[in-house]
C-alpha cells in the first residue's frame, strides 16, 4: 500500500526541515551561554587534506545518544575488529542530555572526537561553527547525491556543511489490519483523511474486549505529539512556525489545518477511543499497546514499532503502515535520526571521519533495519531490500526527497 500512496506523498516533500525549527528555540537558548565563549585547537590533519578520514591511528572517543544506541554497538564492535591500529571507544549520552554534555565539553575544551546528535539539534551547534566543516570530505564521497537531503540540510549553515547523515527514522500511521478486518474494514485500506483515521477509529472500538481501544497516542510526550502531529499539519503545505532561527514567526491563530487536527484529538478523547493511561503516557512505553495488538490506529514513529517487533503479538503481516495524511488527504511525515559531527578541537578528527566513511558504506547501511533504523542512502534501495524490508520503503523514499 506503501507505493500507492508515495506519488501522492513525494510531491509533498521537498523543503519541509524549515518547518522544524520549534524544537530548537528553547534549546538554543540553554546552551547559547556555553558555547559563547568555546574555544578549541584545529584537528592535525585538516578535513580539506586528502589524507583526511585514512590509515588512522589511535583511539576515537565517539558519543551516541542511548535512544539509537543499537547502531552504535553493533558499527563500533564491527569496525574495531577490522581495525587494529584504530580503536572506537563508545560513550551513549543518557536521554535528553546530548545538548548539554557536549556543551560542556566545547566550552572545557574536552569534546569528543565524534558525535551521533539527533538531527534536529545540529543547528545548535552548526550556527556557532563548533563542528569541523565536512564540506570537502562529503562532497568527495562517491555516494554524496544518494545521502538523506534532509539530514544533510539540518547539518549545513552559511554555505558550509558541518554535518552528515547517521541514521534514519521517521513517524508514520500504523494499524492493525486484524483488528481491521474484526471491524468490517478493509485491511489494505490505508486510513487517507481525518475522517478516515476517526471512522476507522470507532469501527475498532466496537469490536470490544478486554484492552481494545481505536486509537493511541503519548499524551505526556511533547516530543512524541510533535513527531506525530506536525506532519498532519505540513501535509496541508501549512506552517506552525516560519522563518529562519531567531527570527520566527508563530502561526497558530486562524490556522485551519492545526484547529482540525486538534479537533480530531479532541473527539478521540471525548468518545474514549484511546486508552486513560494516554493521558500520562510520557514516552518510556510508546506504542506498546500498539504492538500488543490493542490498538486499531496509531501514529508513532518507525523506530518504535521495528525495534520492539521481536517477540511482540502483533506480527509483522498484521501491520499496516503509511506517511501521516492530512485533514482531506495528501501525506508528510517528521524526518528524525542522528547526523555525525566532529567537534572543533577534536583530536583524532581524522580517525573520526575514517569511522565515519565505514559506517556510511553499503555492507553497514544495510544492517540498518535490523538494528530498528534505516539508512541514510537511497542506493540501497533495491528490490532485494524492500522484499526484506517493506516498511522501510517510504522512510527511504522521504529521506531522498528532503523531507
Known amino acids: 500500500m506503501i507505493k500507492k500512496y508515495l506519488s501522492k506523498f513525494l510531491p509533498l516533500a521537498r523543503g519541509r526541515m524549515t518547518r522544524r525549527t520549534l524544537s530548537l528555540v528553547a534549546a538554543i537558548a540553554a546552551v547559547g551561554i556555553l558555547l559563547a565563549a568555546c574555544s578549541a585547537k584545529s584537528s592535525a590533519i585538516a578535513a580539506t587534506s586528502k589524507d583526511f578520514g585514512k590509515d588512522a591511528t589511535g583511539t576515537v572517543h565517539f558519543w551516541a545518544r542511548a535512544a539509537t544506541s543499537t547502531v552504535a554497538r553493533a558499527m563500533v564492535k564491527e569496525f574495531n575488529a577490522s581495525h587494529p591500529k584504530l580503536k572506537v571507544i563508545l560513550t551513549e549520552n543518557q536521554p535528553n542530555e546530548a545538548v548539554t554534555q557536549l556543551a560542556t565539553a566545547l566550552r572545557a575544551g574536552s569534546p569528543p572526537d565524534l558525535i551521533g546528535l539527533n538531527d534536529i539539534n545540529m543547528p545548535i551547534f ?185 517477540g511482540a503479538a502483533l506480527k509483522r503481516s498484521e501491520i499496516g503502515a503509511a506517511p501521516l495524511p492530512g485533514p482531506d488527504g495528501g501525506y508528510s511525515t517528521f524526518d528524525g535520526g542522528d547526523d555525525f559531527g566532529i567537534p572543533v578541537g577534536a583530536k583524532n578528527a581524522s580517525g573520526a571521519w575514517e569511522f565515519v566513511k565505514f559506517v556510511l558504506e553499503k555492507h553497514q547501511q544495510l544492517q540498518y533495519p535490523d538494528l530498528g533504523f534505516t539508512p541514510v542512502r537511497t542506493d540501497v534501495l533495491s528490490p532485494e531490500y524492500l522484499k526484506l524490508h517493506p516498511f522501510a520503503e517510504a522512510r527511504v523514499c522521504a529521506s531522498h526527497h528532503g523531507l
Open 126 to 310: 552548526t550556527r556557532k561553527a563548533q563542528f569541523v566543516d565536512l564540506t570537502t570530505p562529503i562532497n568527495a564521497l562517491p555516494y554524496e547525491s544518494a545521502l538523506s537531503p534532509g539530514h544533510l540540510n539540518l547539518a549545513k549553515y552559511d554555505g558550509k556543511n558541518y554535518g552528515v547523515p547517521y541514521l534514519a527514522d521517521l513517524s508514520m500511521l500504523w494499524y492493525n489490519k486484524e483488528l481491521f478486518k474484526k471491524a468490517g474494514l478493509d485491511p489494505n485500506q490505508v486510513p487517507a483523511s481525518f475522517v478516515d483515521m476517526l471512522k476507522d477509529a470507532r469501527a475498532v472500538q466496537k469490536v470490544g474486549g478486554s484492552g481494545i481501544y481505536g486509537f493511541s497516542f503519548a499524551g505526556d510526550c511533547q516530543g512524541c505529539l510533535g513527531f506525530t502531529m506536525l506532519p498532519d499539519v505540513w501535509a496541508t503545505d501549512t506552517h506552525l512556525i516560519k522563518g529562519s532561527i531567531g527570527s520566527e514567526t508563530a502561526n497558530i491563530t486562524g490556522n485551519k489545518p492545526l484547529e482540525q487536527l486538534l479537533t480530531l484529538y479532541k473527539q478521540v478523547w471525548q468518545e474514549h477511543l484511546a486508552p486513560q493511561a494516554d493521558q500520562t503516557q510520557n514516552g518510556s512505553t510508546w506504542g506498546k499497546d500498539f504492538l500488543a495488538g490493542n490498538i486499531g490506529v496509531f501514529p508513532g514513529g518507525y523506530a518504535v514499532v521495528v525495534n520492539n517487533l521481536k
